[in-house]
Each structure stands twice: as C-alpha cells, then as structure tokens.
C-alpha cells in the first residue's frame, strides 16, 4: 500500500506570504503529526492530531502556524506571513493507533524556503 | 531545552568498521526509545527501538545498548557498509502521552570504501 505522502515536495515563497503544505496519511492511521527539520537541527515536533481533534499544538511556534485535519485523513499545516526563520523541511507521519509501540511512519516532506 | 542529547554531528567510518551514535536523555518519563536512519530527500524510517526494560536490543548488524541509571542509549552498527551512510537520529517517547517523538539533532555518517 502507499505511504505517508506529502505536497508540495518543495515550495519557494517571498516573505510576507501564506503557504500551505499537504499531508495524505496512510488510510486507516488515526494518529497524524506535523515535525519539522531545520538545517542542522533534529526534528521538532509541531502538533498531533487524534482523528480530527488537535489534543497536543504544543508545538506550533507562533500563532502564524495552524493546522487542521478532515475526513480523519488529509491534513494541512498554514504558516500566515511567512519568515525566513521558517525555512525547513516540514514532514508529517501518521500512526495507527492501536498498540502503544506502533511506529510513525513519515513522508518525504515539503522543503520550504522563505526568500 | 535539548531533552536529547546526540553525539557525534558527524561520523567517518571505513567499511567493515564499527559506528557508534550516543544519545542522552533527561527526562524520566520517556518509555520508548527509537533509531532512525534519514537518507537525504526522505522521511526518516524506523530502524531499530528498545524499552527501558532490556539493556540490549539486537536486530542484525544494528543494536541498542541501554543504560537506564545514566539515562544514556547507543547505536552500533557493525561492519558497516557505504549503503549505511545517511543521518540517524535517536529518539524519545513517552507512551503515556500523545506518543511525540523527542528527537536527537542526528549524526551524519559516512562510510568510506
């Protein structure tokens, strides 16, 4: 079956900008999170979904990031006015949730460069 | 706050060596500790995980030794090979919560010929 993908694979956009990035978890998955990865940086965790319901945005580092969930399936993360500082590969994953231990599976990730 | 610590950044290895990636954690609630290898323009993908409970995990060439006292884990990847270059990342959760991986800032290994 497919995996967790992700589009677009890159975006370039000028500062001031909305830009929003899709994710397509694999079907049947209920768990849905957003990382991000910044050049030289581990991976950042942003926002979990359960279903449709956000329960952990710990994450989001401003309110110019949001994110929502339909259908228990597709997701998109919004930045609002983008910055240089947000510059990144964001990638999503996606679990299933039964069993404590299952494994994210993560996409390829949207490169976002923020001119 | 870097709630794991990785080293090295970076890791020359000749084929058929053995590499080595440390990580360190501080906190007590994590429960579940994973690896995973990146090769560039991918996601990461799982390659190996351990509980709290067992100081080693072997999966061929790839084990996990814990140290739950000095909240310290490691990777060994033996006779390593080229196709093994990529960048690993150590991991942290805590199963308790919304299972959010913690991760490691990754160690970019090479391994040369």
């Known amino acids: 079956g497919a995996g967790v993908s992700q589009s677009p694979s890159n975006k370039v956009t000028e500062k001031g900008k909305d830009v929003e990035l899709r994710c397509d978890p694999i079907?049947?998955?209920?768990?849905l999170y957003w990382y991000r990865q910044s050049l030289g940086q581990g991976l950042e965790f942003l926002i979990y979904?359960?279903?449709?319901?956000?329960?952990?945005k710990s994450g989001l580092p401003s309110d110019r990031f949001s994110a929502e969930r339909t259908g228990g399936s597709v997701s998109t993360l919004t930045i609002q006015r983008t910055q240089q500082e947000d510059s990144a590969v964001y990638l999503c994953?996606?679990?299933?949730?039964?069993?404590?231990?299952?494994?994210?599976?993560f996409g390829p990730g949207t490169r976002l460069t923020v001119l | 706050q870097q709630q794991v610590k990785q080293s090295p950044q970076s890791l020359i290895v000749q084929k058929g060596g053995i590499s080595i990636i440390n990580c360190a954690y501080e906190?007590?609630?994590?429960?579940?500790f994973p690896w995973y290898q990146q090769f560039p323009g991918k996601g990461p993908a799982l390659l190996i995980a351990?509980?709290?409970?067992?100081s080693e995990k072997k999966e061929g060439r790839f084990t996990i030794s814990f140290n739950k006292s000095a909240k310290q884990f490691s990777l060994h990847i033996m006779d390593s090979q080229p196709g093994d270059s990529a960048t690993y990342f150590c991991?942290?959760?805590?199963?308790?919560?919304?299972?959010?991986?913690?991760f490691g800032t990754g160690t970019r290994l090479q391994v040369t010929l």
């Open positions: 079907s049947g998955h209920t768990a």
């Open positions: 994953a996606s679990r299933a949730l039964a069993g404590m231990y299952n494994e994210q599976f």
């Open positions: 979904f359960q279903g449709n319901s956000a329960p952990d």
């Open positions: 991991a942290a959760l805590n199963t308790g919560t919304a299972s959010k991986l913690t």
């Open positions: 351990i509980r709290p409970d067992v």
């Open positions: 906190n007590t609630a994590f429960d579940y």
